[in-house]
């Protein structure tokens, strides 16, 4: 099975502090995607990854940014964490026309 | 209009009876359809996948595909407590990386 790997359950930062979110998949899957999700928001698109150093950006970047230096990993950076941006994040990965295998998602706190 | 469309529920069904859950989307060119499904605090897990129109039968769950209605449903057989969940529905557009996901259906099988 596909797994993919969030680093941390849950994260309580401070405002303004610079927050890295990491996600690692096992399978060589080509894309890799970062959400949020929030009560009566459903799932919002961050940014996408279809490559190596490739991205793009999804409904809601603003104050996001993402690296991905090598295809298992793709990291969402928050700049200046914001109380806005406590949430559940979740990352995901897909091969092609398959569906998303997703981690098990990360509970961020921004005090 | 939005993408992809779903009843927020709550949907409430007794236990051992059929629930249907139920999803339109508006872009024709779509693809490829996925049920996720999503207990509360964990991340979403593919369910079902469903390519062309008809039925596809994976255990109590069957997918039910009509593009021409641009309609895809989830019936649950045999309900159980543990399906109590929220159910998202999927859809990816030929060409397209990433998926569009509907708000959800919050189902509660009741003992």
């Known amino acids: 099975d596909v797994k993919v790997t969030q680093s941390s359950r849950y994260l309580v930062k401070r405002t303004g502090e610079k927050v890295f979110l990491e996600c690692v998949q096992d399978m060589d899957h080509e894309n890799m995607f970062w959400y949020r999700q929030d009560p009566g928001l459903g799932l919002r698109l961050i940014y996408f990854?279809?490559?190596?150093?490739?991205?793009e950006k999804g409904d809601i970047p603003e104050g996001y940014s993402v690296s991905r230096e090598k295809k298992e990993r793709f990291s969402l950076i928050l700049e200046s964490a914001s109380t806005n941006q406590t949430s559940m994040y979740l990352c995901?990965?897909?091969?092609?026309?398959?569906?998303?295998?997703f981690g098990s998602g990360t509970r961020l706190t921004v005090v | 209009q939005k993408e992809v469309e779903q009843n927020s529920g709550p949907l409430s069904v007794p236990e051992g009876a059929i629930a249907s859950l139920n999803c339109t989307y508006s872009d024709r060119v779509s693809q490829s359809f996925f049920w996720y499904r999503q207990y509360s605090g964990k991340s979403p897990e593919l369910i079902m996948s469903i390519y062309s129109n008809g039925d596809k039968e994976d255990g109590r769950f069957t997918a039910q595909l009509n593009k021409a209605s641009q309609y895809v449903s989830l019936l649950i057989r045999d309900s159980q407590p543990s399906d109590s969940a929220t159910y998202l529905c999927?859809?990816?557009?030929?060409?397209?990386?990433?998926?569009?996901f509907g708000q959800g259906t919050r189902l509660t099988i009741n003992p």
């Open positions: 995901a990965s897909s091969f092609g026309g398959d569906g998303y295998t």
């Open positions: 990854s279809y490559d190596v150093k490739m991205k």
């Open positions: 999927a859809v990816k557009t030929l060409g397209a990386q990433k998926l569009v």
